[in-house]
């Protein structure tokens, strides 16, 4: 029985988001703004494949995938990449890497009770995100 991500996740909290984004070479004016934000995931799950919708007031990001079917990703409004990303199961917390111009960028999400984790990874640059499931 495979983890259940389905639902939607409202930001708590946000550590090191700006240090993600400086290792990802965001712009000054455009992290001033992403920085304030509080995004939520809507995320959709069949199985192994994934729609994951961040979505905010200033942009919003759009993932699909099979978990253990690489995928040209492009990181489109984001620092606008492209990488090889791969994403697979670690038990119950879902492990993508995502192989490009940068080195150890990646990301993890688990569960734990009503709240969902992320962490973000880029060069040295860790951001760790907790969303609680909307009612
Ligand atoms: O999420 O890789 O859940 O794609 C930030 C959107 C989203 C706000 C960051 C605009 C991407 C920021 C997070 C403008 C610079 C991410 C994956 C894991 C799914």
Redesign the pocket.
């Known amino acids: 029985m495979l983890a259940d991500y389905n639902g939607t996740w409202n930001m708590v909290s946000n550590d090191n988001f700006e240090g993600y ?1 400086q290792a990802l070479g ?1 712009d000054f004016a ?2 001033i703004i ?1 920085k304030m ?1 509080k ?1 939520q ?1 809507v995320i959709e799950q069949k199985g192994d494949f994934f729609h ?1 919708q ?1 979505l ?1 007031s ?4 759009n ?1 699909e995938f099979t978990v253990g079917v690489e995928f040209n990703e492009e990181t489109k ?2 620092d606008n990449r492209k990488c090889k990303t791969l994403v697979t199961w670690d038990n119950d917390r879902l492990v ?1 890497v995502q192989k490009g111009e940068k080195n150890n960028r990646g ?1 993890i ?1 688990w569960i734990e009770g009503d709240q969902l984790f ?1 962490e ?1 990874s880029c060069e040295d640059q860790v951001c760790k995100q907790v969303y609680k499931k909307a009612d």
């Open positions: 984004m965001i455009t992290r992403a934000l995004p995931k994951v961040t905010s200033f942009r919003n990001y993932a409004g984001l993508c990301w999400h992320l973000l």
